[in-house]
Structures are given as C-alpha cells and as structure tokens.
C-alpha cells in the first residue's frame, strides 16, 4: 500500500466522521450535549468493576502509583507486574524488553504493546520489535492481561497485552507542568494544556527529555508533541482524533562488556559510534454510535509512518572460533581491555573503523470496528463483542557501510581495495555502499467474538474466538552475493553485493478459541478460570532469508490454562492468586540476532511447558481503624517453572514448493552463535527468573504528604538453553546473578495543585547483569536519584 492510498484511506475516514455530524444532529434534542465518558475501544477500563468482566489474570498499574513512584520508563513500572521478566538494553529504556510468564522478553517481539487501544508498533505484524514504545509521562493507567482475554485483541497473544492509558482531557481549562531532574544528565519536561466547552474537549502536550546514560556514550534525547480531541455531536455520537509526533536520537548499542571489562568497570561502553534515530506520527480517529440502550459500534483508523535509523559499530571479540587469542584487525579504530597484561581471550573487544547502518522506513494503517451488544435469548443475559480489523504495512528496510572517521560517512572504493589486499577479514573488498535492500509489504485481516453470558446471578460463562489471517511479501532489489554469484559471474571479484530482483510470498491464517468462566464468590470478589490458545505469526526477520526466500515456518503457538481469585476480600485487604500451564509450540529458533545475514536458517523446533502461580495482596491496616492515613502493604509475587520439552536436532523445514527438507545442523541457543551437543529435554528457558517478590509499603496524609519504599528480587536466570553456569570471558554465556534492588521516593501534594518529590532508583547503586544479549554483558541501571515538581493552574 502506498502513500496515495494511505492518505486517501484516511481522507474516506474523515468524510464518514465529519459527515455523520449532520445526520447525527438531525434528532438533537434541546438539552445540551454532554461529553460521553466512553471514548475507544478498551482492554480493561477505568472502573475497578471493569476487572469482573476479564474471564483470567489481569492487572492495573494505577494512578496513584504513576504519580508516586515517577517511574521515567515503561520498563521500570512493568517489572513490577506479576509475571513479567524484563531485561535492559539502554539508559532510558526506548528499546523495551518485556516478557511474560516465561516467554522471551526479546525487543518485546511476544508481547502485544497498545496505547488506547491501538498498536504501536512499528510494524505489528513484519517487525514486531518494540524500537518504538508510548511514552509514561503521558499516561494515566497501564492495563496488564495474560489470561483468555487477550483473543479480543491480536496478533501476538502468547506474552500477554500492555495497554497505556493516556490521560483524558480535562474539563476545565488546565495547564499542567511536571519537571524532573536528576543523576547522569537526566532531564525531563511535560507540559500540557486542555479545556472543555460545550461538548468538545482537548489536550495538547509537549514532552522533553534527555540524559547522558549510566554507561558511557549513552546519550539521548526524546521530543515528542500530542493532541487529543473529542467531540460529542449528540447523546449517539462522539469522535475522538489523536495525533502524535516522536522524535527520538540516542547513543544506543547492542554491545554489551565482555566479563573482564564489566570487572574493571560496568560503565565502560566500547560502540562511542552506535547511534539511533527515530522519527514517528501517527493519526488515530475514533468514532463511537450508540444505536441504542443495548448496542454501540466503535469505529477506528489508524495511519503511522516512521523511520527507524541505526548506525551500529562494527567489532571483533579478541578470541578465535577454536577458543584462543585473535590479533586485532589491520582496521581497528580502538581497544577495549580489561588490562596490559593478563588478558583472557575473549576479554578485549576490538572496534573497527567501518560501520553498518540499519536503516528502516515504516508505513502502516488499519481500519477496526466493534460492536457491542446487550440482550437476552431465553431469559439468559448476553454481552457481546464482535470485531473486525483491515491491517497493511509497508516497509523498506537497506544496510549501508559507512566508515567512522570519513566525513561523508561512506567507504571508498580505493580504501576497501587496499584493505582486501592486507586484511583477510575483509575478503572481497566493499566498493559496494548499499549491501541489502527489500521491500516488505503485508496485508492482515482480524476478526473476534466473545460473548459473556450470564447463567445466574453468580455464574458467568465467557466463550470467545478470533481468526487471523497474514499475507507476507519481500521483494528483494539488492542483497549481498552469494558464492553462486561469484561462480557464474554475476558479479566483480571485489563486489559483495548485486542488485537482483525477487519476490517471495507467504501466508497465514489460524483460528483462536478460549473460553473463561467467572464465578462472583460476594460481589466484589470472584473466582475465574479459562482456556485459550496463543498465536504469534512469523516475522520478517523469521519468514525469509535475507535474499528474500521464503522460509515456510509454522506460527508459533500456544495452549494456555489459568484459574484463580480476584477481588476485595474486605474494604482493606485486596487479593489475586493465579495458577497457569501453558504448552508454547513451534518455537522459531534463529541465530540471526545481531542483525547480521550470517549462520544458519531459522527453523521451527521444540515446545516448552510454563508452569507457575502468581500472587497479588494489597493491606491497609490504617482502613482497619477507619483512620484519614492510608498505609497500603503490597505484596506481588511470581513463580515460575519454564522448561524445553523436546529436543530436535535436526529440525525438518520445507522449500518454496513444499518438499520437507531436514536441516543437517544441530539445534542451537537462540542468542550465543553456539551450537547445542546435547539434549536439552528439561533445561531452563534462558531469561526467566524463577522467582520475582516486589514487596512495598506506602504511607500518605491527609495533609498531602506521601512516601513509598518499595523492594525488588528478581531470581537468577540462564543465558542460554544449556543452562551454562559459568560466566564466558566474552560475557555471552553464563548465569545471570539473582538482584535484590530497593526504591524509594517522598512527596508533598498541595491542595493548591501543585507538588515536589523526590525519587531514588536502586539506592544502594548495586552493579548487576541484566542480561547478556543481544551481545556482550548488558548491565542494569545504576542508582538514579531525581527531584522534580508538578503545577497544575
């Protein structure tokens, strides 16, 4: 789909909105039009009732705690939620990495991310990695599902949904200002201003922040500008436009410290010339009918373009495939070790004079709409939902070489030639700028329906279903060249690349049951169970070879189970304990992590089995006197057992014209390079605590005082699916040590709306392992101390 259609695509939509103003008014009655509270398709909503008509675990990140704890990055709220496993890649967490009840929390490829509802993605369905994600300096709430009903919402519903909140705007005229600063450079601005008259309303606001990273050379600075508007035409109608811009330029890397440099110092970064640019908008209009009392439609169109840049250092570990000492490269720039003497292969990383850019443009849209209905057949209540979705995306996605110390940015073919002649690295040389260059296009159809139907007064049965069909092209205009180019002469002795055209289509389509049950045990606490199966379809990056060659993968799958209790217990005590299986299927292992065309094909192979519990409990003794304190005591617990059950080490494939081939290599860890000798029937899932306690106590005044000391334990985890204990020089294998993180902040609310806090991240400044992907050591954040201030007026 091309630009001209997208812009007429959107063009159609404002016709059908803005015309429905006159037909709407035609039955207007005299009274004014007051703004409906109601304005998009939600995935929990903001009343606490609202968590009775989730048949499974669900969870709300309120308020209350955004105001208290000012997290400054989605990451650093969600790794509270029960379940969650999250993993740090850079100082502001603009590339999240979150994960649920054992599934990879990868780039967050298996959580489906929404804001109001809508997916965002840069490209949903073709790339689903989060280099995008809304910023929770605007939000109002973050709503967590895992459970049977996330088939309402798609494609990937095996790690659970995150769906932000944004604020809705305000009903008198407001101008609200939040200011924080803080350790390592950080700086943070949001400034907003909104009214309503009549039956309008709008918010405008305008974000800014920057900082200089815990490591070195992590600087970043994100600019970003919204509008909100909603516009009630009558007692049936509203339509709500948003639009967005985002901005974003940051030092970010995916190269982590190879354990002797994380030894001498954690803050060292080698990549000084990593960097990543992004720039995003986006335009959502949504449009609510209520036809009657008992039914309603929501319509909605989304268009969003983006450009994702990314220039990444190119570097060589100092130790050989066969485990020894590699000599630095004729070609490098600089470096890193540990010290000048006593080196252990793998402890130097050597960073080279060239650089790949990554450099990605993405546009995508879609058309949803929803129904919701009330009746009953028989004497039996029903509430249903009934969607649909179109979905397309279009994407260009090229690699560049470019080298860091020429202005231009680009390799000459004079400098390349010379080198092939003194560095066997670089054999043929690269006269060649633009190394791979594909078009990728998908067309994706969605449709759902649930129906909670009321057996009594007390139970709930809550069957549902969704369908989902993928149709994926490549077309390849450039790619690098292969050893049959060489043979037949396709291309120069000195040519790495050759501008061929192809294209390769796949497609997917899958059905999606679940079913749920509620039972209301007293009316503000109920009993659920549920079932559904989880689908998360093929990538771009898993579907097709980077010549653009169709893979004919298998979606991944997966057949979850739950059931617990939920609910206010007493107006002081409230509770959520959950029990889960879950069968993941067709798991896609691939080697080509890092971004390179490199090692072995993408396979399916393997099924894993997660089996855990969960616990929520919220106690405010200061309730218990009937006292004007509040003392909230919060307890959020999660145990998890996420092993591989099966081992294939021949995984079988099939060819375009859909022979089975075997593949003759051994299945292999997704992350390290490192082919797997054994079976791994029983190991651990890499990058899944066994444990997670967050544990917090909470006091606010009548006065407007308010403080929160909150502690954090996150158990041990494998870097690989060998369950290697010790740690690689490299840093790339080897256990990932338990942590044990506290927080705290304190806080003054006027009744004059304004306030000043003051937050601290890891008080005790503990130096740990977050993880040791995509490459190297990633360590987690250091203490982060910050003040700040709010005015509203």
Request: hydrophobic content about 30%; proline content about 5%; glycine content about 8%.
């Amino acid at each position: 789909m091309n630009t001209f259609r997208f812009h007429f695509f959107l063009f159609v939509i404002l016709f059908f909105l803005l015309s429905t103003k006159n037909y709407a008014q035609s039955g207007i009655e005299e009274k004014e039009p007051t703004l409906q509270k109601n304005d998009g398709i939600h995935v929990i909503g903001n009343k606490k009732e609202d968590l009775k008509k989730i048949p499974g675990s669900a969870y709300i990140l309120d308020n209350k705690y955004l105001q208290e704890a000012s997290p400054t990055d989605p990451m650093e709220a969600l790794r509270r939620a029960p379940g969650a496993s999250v993993r740090f890649q850079d100082a502001a967490g603009l590339t999240p990495n979150i994960g649920f009840r054992g599934v990879s929390n990868e780039e967050s490829r298996k959580t489906l991310i929404l804001e109001d509802g809508i997916l965002t993605s840069l490209s949903p369905y073709g790339q689903p990695e989060s280099y995008y994600s809304p910023s929770i300096e605007r939000m109002e709430r973050i709503e967590v599902i895992k459970g049977s009903g996330s088939i309402l919402f798609g494609p990937n519903t095996i790690g659970g949904i995150v769906n932000f909140v944004t604020k809705r705007p305000p009903v008198e005229s407001t101008f609200y200002t939040k200011n924080v600063g803080g350790e390592n450079g950080y700086l943070s601005t949001y400034n907003s201003y909104g009214k309503s008259f009549g039956s309008s309303a709008f918010e405008v606001s305008l974000l800014r922040k920057q900082g200089n990273g815990f490591r070195n050379y992590q600087n970043f600075d994100v600019t970003e500008g919204n509008l909100k508007w909603i516009q009630d035409w009558n007692e049936n109608h509203s339509t709500t436009i948003k639009l967005g811009y985002h901005m974003q330029n940051a030092q970010s890397t995916y190269l982590g410290l190879s354990q002797g440099l994380f030894w001498k110092d954690p803050r060292i970064n080698p990549a000084k010339y990593d960097e990543k640019q992004l720039n995003r908008s986006q335009t959502i209009i949504s449009h609510n009918w209520k036809l009657t009392d008992e039914h309603a439609i929501i319509i909605r169109g989304y268009v969003s373009q983006a450009e994702r840049n990314w220039a990444r250092q190119d570097f060589l570990s100092g130790k050989s495939d066969e485990g020894g000492y590699l000599n630095p490269p004729t070609d490098t720039l600089r470096t890193y070790s540990p010290g000048i003497l006593g080196n252990r292969p793998g402890d130097s990383i050597y960073m080279r004079e060239t650089y790949t850019s990554r450099d990605q443009s993405f546009l995508v849209g879609g058309l949803e709409t929803k129904l919701e209905s009330k009746f009953s057949t028989f004497g039996i209540k029903h509430e249903t939902d009934l969607g649909l979705r179109f979905h397309a995306e279009n994407n260009l996605t090229q690699t560049n070489l470019k080298k860091t110390d020429d202005p231009l940015g680009y390799l000459t073919k004079a400098s390349l030639q010379e080198e092939s002649l003194t560095n066997n690295l670089l054999q043929p040389s690269l006269p060649n700028f633009n190394l791979n260059r594909q078009e990728r296009k998908i067309e994706a159809f969605a449709s759902y329906f649930q129906d909670r139907i009321q057996l009594s007064e007390n139970w709930k049965l809550i069957p549902g279903i969704r369908y989902e069909e993928v149709r994926q092209k490549a077309i390849t205009t450039r790619r690098q060249a292969t050893q049959e180019d060489y043979r037949i002469g396709a291309v120069l002795p000195n040519d790495v690349s050759v501008n061929r055209r192809s294209a390769s289509e796949s497609r997917t389509h899958i059905i999606l049951p679940g079913i749920g049950i509620t039972y209301d045990i007293t009316k503000k606490f109920i009993w659920f169970s549920g079932a559904h199966k989880g689908f998360s379809p093929p990538t771009f990056g898993t579907s097709f070879s980077p010549q653009g060659n169709d893979y004919r993968l298998k979606p991944e799958t997966s057949t979850n189970y739950e059931s617990g209790i939920r609910g206010d217990l007493t107006s002081y005590l409230y509770t959520e304990l959950v029990g889960y299986k879950m069968y993941f299927r067709d798991q896609i292992i691939n080697v080509n992590e890092v971004g390179g065309e490199n090692g072995i094909r993408p396979a399916n192979t393997g099924y894993s089995t997660h089996t855990g519990g969960e616990a929520v409990v919220v106690w405010d003794p200061a309730k218990m006197q009937k006292a004007e304190w509040r003392v909230p005591i919060e307890l959020i617990y999660s145990r998890i057992e996420a092993k591989s059950r099966s081992f294939n080490p021949f995984p079988v494939s099939q060819t375009s014209d859909g022979r089975e081939l075997i593949e003759i290599v051994p299945a292999y860890t997704v992350n390290n390079y490192q082919f797997i000798s054994s079976d791994t029937t029983g190991n651990y899932l890499p990058y899944v605590p066994k444990e997670t306690i967050t544990t917090a106590i909470s006091i606010s005044s009548p006065q407007g005082y308010y403080g929160r000391l909150e502690y954090q334990y996150i158990g041990k985890q494998y870097s690989d699916l060998l369950n290697t204990k010790d740690e690689s020089e490299d840093g790339n294998k080897g256990i990932i040590p338990k942590v044990e993180l506290w927080n705290t902040s304190l806080g003054y609310r006027s009744p004059d709306k304004w306030s000043v806090f003051i937050n601290a991240k890891n008080i005790q400044d503990k130096q740990y392992v977050s993880g040791r992907l995509p490459t190297g050591i990633q360590p987690g954040p250091f203490r982060q101390i910050n003040v700040g201030f709010t005015l509203e007026i």
